[in-house]
């Protein structure tokens, strides 16, 4: 019996690296990584159908969770479903899940387990979602802090009225051509 792992994170500027370590710890033999979207289809999850792929009948798939295997209820438990179908186990490293010793009620413990982590993903999306509202309300301004002052975006402008090019204006203010575009087409 073969223990193989599965990282997995949604974005780029995420790090998988904490999960890659737990699973190295736990004793996986071969380990598979990516930074996709859990709501990329299968097709897309070029590492995990490689993890599924090194599984061979009695192995285990180690998950660090559930929603690893995909985003929605019905993805997990049709992916558990079909690898249980296959005879490989699937394992999480915080132990909610382990298919193994469960027999024929393997499926059913895993689509409880997947609708309630579907459902807190809901949640947590209200949550924040009405955490954003509050704080727009409050005045609070999202995204990267503006790279120009007021000041800055009245002499260009000032500078634009004045017939001075692009290529001028960042000569003369110290600011990116990109800064500055954005500056005269939100002043027009």
């Known amino acids: 019996m073969a223990v193989i792992g599965y990282a997995r994170c949604s974005t780029t500027k995420q790090d998988a690296a904490a999960q890659k370590e737990a699973l190295t710890a736990a004793g996986v033999e071969q380990l598979f990584s990516e930074n996709i979207s859990g709501a990329a289809p299968f097709a897309e999850r070029l ?23 995909g985003r929605t209820m019905e993805d997990c438990v049709s992916r558990v479903a079909e690898l249980l179908d296959d005879g490989i186990h699937v394992r999480t490293l915080d132990d909610r899940v382990d298919t193994k010793g469960l027999g024929k009620m ?13 459902i807190e993903r809901e949640l947590i999306l209200e949550r924040t979602a009405e955490g954003r509202e ?7 301004k999202f995204g990267p802090k503006r790279k120009y002052t007021d000041g800055q975006a009245a002499h260009i402008c000032e500078l634009r009225s004045a017939g001075k090019t692009l290529g001028e204006i ?3 203010t110290g600011v990116a051509k990109s800064t500055v575009r954005r500056i005269i087409a939100t002043e027009q």
């Not at 590492?47 to 295997?69: H, P, S």
């Open 170 to 172: 960042v000569t003369a």
């Open 47 to 69: 590492e995990l159908q490689k993890a599924i792929a090194a599984c061979a009948t009695g192995d285990v798939l180690l998950v660090a969770k559930l929603d690893r295997l």
């Open 106 to 118: 393997a499926k059913l413990v895993v689509g409880i387990l997947a609708a309630a982590a579907e």
């Open 134 to 140: 509050r704080a727009l309300a409050a005045g609070v």
